[in-house]
């Protein structure tokens, strides 16, 4: 089936979509646990957004009839230089998903390509992201690589008190 496909870089006229298929990402992978709290992060987000949206948060869709139906995320954070990140900045890539009906067709991989090259040129040290297994093939054919460490990735929840 043919789709007519607009990719773009999101801007504050986006903000309300990028909830929706946030929230859409969210009840994907963690179904059960996004009942109680989906007005709380629907508010979050709204704020999140607002704020952060093209200044160190950078959004990329693919929208059908002017609904979101695919996203890649990045943030941009700023962090004290070391060995590995002379520069002191990474992005990390957040919310890649593609509703079901349009998965499978490339969508999310052109939304990665342009968000690379568009943050190729803010002298970002790496870019990294947690993959699925659903996507973990796609991620090494654009040239992300497994990380071998000696640290075990380890959270302090504050949600758990």
């Known amino acids: ?9 999101a801007d504050k006229s986006d903000i309300k979509e990028l909830i929706d298929i946030r929230i859409k990402f969210l009840k994907y992978g963690f179904k059960e646990t996004i009942k109680n709290n989906e007005s709380n992060i629907k508010r979050e ?3 999140y957004f ?4 093209n200044k160190d948060f950078y959004a990329y869709i693919a929208l059908n009839e002017n609904k979101i139906i695919s996203s890649a995320f990045i943030s941009i954070s700023n962090i004290p230089s070391g060995v590995n990140f002379i520069n002191g900045k990474i992005g990390t890539i957040r919310t890649v998903f593609t509703v079901d009906n349009f998965r499978r067709q490339g969508i999310a991989k052109k ?10 040129y803010m002298n970002l040290d790496y870019i990294e992201l947690n993959s699925t297994k659903e996507g973990y ?3 090494k054919k654009l040239g992300f690589k497994e990380i071998k460490t000696n640290y075990v990735p380890m959270r302090y929840d504050f949600s758990n008190k």
């Open 50 to 53: 607002k704020e952060h949206l």
């Open 111 to 120: 939304l990665i390509k342009k968000l690379i090259e568009d943050v190729s």
């Open 137 to 139: 093939e796609l991620y």
């Open 1 to 9: 089936m043919e789709h007519n496909i607009d990719n773009k870089k």
């Open 45 to 47: 987000l709204l704020s």
